[in-house]
């Protein structure tokens, strides 16, 4: 039944659960209505400002009573009008933001951008000087004291190799490799792991045959990414020919005992023959040497096509290694 206000002599009807129950409204009042609010009403409350037929949006609640927060809110209203912003506010937001999250040291490269390196020609050291774990440990160094003395000495190429190590302790030794030699502005590439070549921060990789493809490791490390390839007969050379690689490692180049390839010593003739393949085709990635090589053999290696020698045991003969890699780099100059 309907009751009488006590206030009022209208008359206001009972409102049933979820019934729109209309209100006596004097003239000039927007029409309001009494019913369960949901969660859509606040957003219409919050733009319920109606004179006439014209409905505009109001400041938030917090600012109606403060002129102050009223007239920063017109102003930033006209700054974003006359701005190139656009529609969506938090698209800019997010857009700034950079896309490197995931990893440390990763580079994404865009949706639909090509796979491959835009390097052009790697301009390589003549030393590429690699770090292996348990030659430096038999030779009563640390990889940190190492790397050190190898900067010293003006190596700006550097490899690091742990085939024993866990990937814990591979991952903290390229990491502090990584730091010493960027405050030098060395390079350094990870061997085998293109993972721990991300998460350390390092320049590149370098894979086996046996390892994971270069084109994959494109796709993990990005078109900056030095990625390198061991290659052991002509027809390897020639399938790396066309991948996304910039350099071809050639070897063994003479025997060795740092590490048991399977394969035999190729000699310099199959780097004379790489080289001259790579220039047949119009191919312009510089060839590694490695294996066997010493400090007397290494200028025939040179000459015979290779860009560069990755040196382990021989840097360590002498004792002094930052005196040898001096002399390595003044009979390669």
Sequence with gaps: MPRQCRRSRHV?????????????RRPGHPRRFRRPLGLHDFAVLRLDDRKGDLVRPRPPRSHRADETGARNVGRRRREDLDSDAPAHPQRSRFSRRPVEHEIHGAIRTPVGQKQESRRGCLTLSPLNAILDDEV???????????????????????????????????????????????????????????????????????????DLDPASVRRLLGPSAIVGLSTHSPDQVREASELPVDYIAVGPVFGTSTKDTGYRAVGTALVSDAAAALRAAGVVKPIVAIGGITLERAPDVIRAGAASVAIISDLLVTGNPEGRVRDYLRALA
């Design 12 to 24: 206001r009807p009972v409102a049933r659960p979820h019934q729109r129950v209309q209100h006596r």
């Design 136 to 210: 430096t440990r038999r030779a009563g160094w640390t990889l940190s004291t190492l790397a050190d003395a190898y900067l010293a000495g003006g190596a700006r190429f550097l490899q690091v190799r742990c085939k024993t190590a866990s990937s814990a302790a591979f991952l903290a030794a390229c990491e502090d490799v990584v730091a010493r030699a960027h405050s030098c502005g060395a390079t350094v590439i990870v061997n085998d792991r293109a993972d721990i070549a991300a998460l350390a921060g390092a320049d590149g990789v370098h894979v086996g045959q046996e």
